[in-house]
Structure formats: structure tokens, C-alpha cells
């Protein structure tokens, strides 16, 4: 495997190039692209993780360690110690993209085996099952997705692992039990035979209008009371008024209150296994509004979720 280096490691934690040296329950890791399905996938999200990096340090979070943070009742290190270590970025070739899907593996597998909790930020929406596959032969998970997409063609131009079919590639892993997906609107790629798919294999399917009509206490209710959760949210999910350095902006999305509630539940109870933000385009975004929404809710987990597997005192 083989990581660059990242030159603003998140949260002004430690970094390295090797996982299995890891000991902090947190890891960043950026996974710049998945499978294709024209050139430009392999570029429009290279710099996510990047970007998140430098929203953290622009914001000063990687000085305010003992800093009172109302999200969640204290400091973010109360020891002023790291929680969160980050791994740097899976290299890829773009001249053999699929290659990445083993590469990334290779990298959460360690993470996973030791058991930590990646915190990732991949390039295009085919990035989740990477994630969720380190999982397999381990753990029996749930799965927590936010989209404004389905995100469940068997395949797309003959290519059966890009963002087009995520959550259905997901549903191929023996490891997963639930699959709650948020945030649905307008309309993608998916047709009515894969929302038909989708809810044969029982994926609980919940509309940003049911979101907005209903509360999103429909959403935590939905979460399986058993198990941990691996959440990843697709920036298009959120609103573009709250993330708008995306490639598909619709309207009527998710709030970032909205996306961080279901999260946070999940947090105090130490039921987050991994957390992973998607299609964030940095050329697109306007302040680098996105990338700080994808830096709180990962904050968040860290500062809810001080053990992973085991609740939080104020839960």
C-alpha cells in the first residue's frame, strides 16, 4: 500500500504512512477516486480531503484543543492529547483506477482488523463499499446513507463499482444487516426497478420530504437498535444552500442539523464504526462552506463518541 503524506494533517494530529502503527481510535484517510466512468471522475474530488484539512486549520480547530465546544459539552481532546490520526491519501494510478479499490482496502483493512474508526473523505460516491468491505468476515454492521441519489444500478456503461451503484454493491457484502437511506429527491440514475430492488432487499428508503414533513426523528427511529453503524454521506445530500461544492446540487436537500441529529445519536451511543463524506468538489465550493459541514460532523464523532463501543456519559 502507499500513502502521501498530507501537508496539514487534520485536527493538528500526528500522521503516518503506516496504519498498522496506529493507536489512536480515530483515522483520517482520503481516497481521492474510485472506478470511473469518464476521466473527469478521476479528478473533480482529488482534493477533498485536502480541503477538509484546511477547513479544520482555517477554522483554528488544530489549536483549540481544550477549547469549550458547545456541540458537545467540552473540549475536543480534554487531554490535550489527539484522538485522530491521519493516514494521508490512498495513491492511486489513474491509468489503472480499479486498482484503488485494492489499494484503499488494503489500507482500511489494517485500520478495521486493529479496530479503529476511519473517518474518510473519498472522491466520487463509489467509495462507501471500499469502507464497508473491511468490515466483512469481522462484524455484521448497519449502514446509515445520505443522498440526494438512490445510488443502485447493478451498473452503469458496464462499469458495476462506480457511484452509480454503491449501496447496491454494499448490499452484496454478507456483513450487512441494515441499510437506512436519507435524503432522496429529484431525480438520478436509478429507475424505478432499482427503487423496487432496493426495498426487496429491505433498505428503509426516507425522502428529504419525509425528512422535512415528519422530523427527522423518523430518521434516528429507523436506526436498528442493535449494532454499529457505518454512515456516509453523499454532500449532495445536504442542501446546496448548506453544501454547495457539489456536481449535482438539488433543492429541498437535508439541513446540516438534519444530517448531524441521526449522526449524533449514533456517537453517544458508540455505534459509529466509520464515517464516510463523498462528492465533495473543492472547485466548486463557495468559502469552503462543504468542507467545514464534512469537518463538524466528523468533530462531532469524535467528541461524542470518546470510546468507540461504549456510550457517552452524557447519553
Known amino acids: 500500500m502507499s500513502l502521501r503524506a498530507p501537508s496539514l494533517p487534520f485536527l493538528g494530529g500526528p500522521a503516518t504512512g503506516d496504519p498498522a502503527t496506529i493507536r489512536t481510535p480515530y483515522v483520517f484517510l482520503g481516497i481521492p477516486f474510485g472506478p470511473p ?17 484546511a477547513s479544520a486549520h482555517r477554522m483554528e480547530y488544530d489549536t ?10 467540552g473540549p475536543l481532546f480534554p ?25 484503499a482496502g488494503a489500507v482500511l483493512d489494517v485500520l478495521v482488523a486493529d479496530g479503529r474508526v476511519p473517518l474518510v473523505v473519498g472522491g466520487l460516491d463509489a467509495i462507501p463499499p471500499m469502507v464497508v468491505g473491511a468490515f466483512e468476515g469481522r462484524e455484521t454492521v448497519n449502514v446509515l446513507h ?10 452503469r456503461d458496464g462499469v458495476t463499482r462506480g457511484y452509480s451503484s454503491p449501496i447496491r454493491r454494499i448490499r452484496d457484502l454478507a456483513c450487512v444487516a441494515e441499510v437506512v437511506q436519507v435524503g432522496m429527491r429529484g431525480a438520478g440514475y436509478s429507475g424505478d426497478p432499482e427503487v423496487a430492488d432496493a426495498r426487496a432487499c429491505g433498505n428503509r428508503i ?4 419525509d425528512v422535512h414533513e415528519h422530523g427527522i426523528a423518523s430518521v434516528v427511529e429507523a436506526l436498528a437498535a442493535s449494532g454499529r453503524w457505518i454512515v456516509t454521506i453523499d454532500c449532495d445530500g445536504l442542501d446546496p444552500t448548506v453544501a454547495p461544492g457539489v456536481g449535482w446540487p438539488e433543492p429541498g436537500g437535508l439541513t ?15 455505534r459509529v464504526a466509520a464515517l464516510v463524506v463523498t462528492e465533495l468538489r473543492p472547485a466548486l465550493d463557495v468559502r469552503g462552506a462543504t468542507a467545514h459541514v464534512a469537518t463538524r460532523l466528523f468533530m462531532n464523532v469524535i467528541g461524542l463518541q470518546r470510546t468507540p463501543g461504549a456510550a457517552h456519559p452524557a447519553a
Open 37 to 53: 466512468y469518464a476521466p473527469e471522475d478521476l479528478v473533480v474530488c482529488a482534493d477533498a480531503a485536502d480541503a477538509v484539512r
Open 206 to 209: 426516507i425522502t428529504a420530504w
Open 146 to 155: 445520505v443522498d440526494a441519489h438512490l445510488d443502485f444500478r447493478h451498473e
Open 79 to 103: 487531554d490535550g492529547v489527539p484522538t485522530v490520526t491521519d493516514c494521508g491519501d490512498v495513491i492511486g494510478d489513474v491509468r489503472d483506477p480499479d486498482r484503488i479499490w485494492d489499494d
Open 256 to 270: 446540516y442539523a438534519q444530517v448531524a441529529t441521526p449522526i449524533r445519536a449514533l456517537a453517544r451511543a458508540g
Open 64 to 73: 483549540m484543543w481544550l477549547s469549550h465546544d458547545f456541540d458537545w459539552g
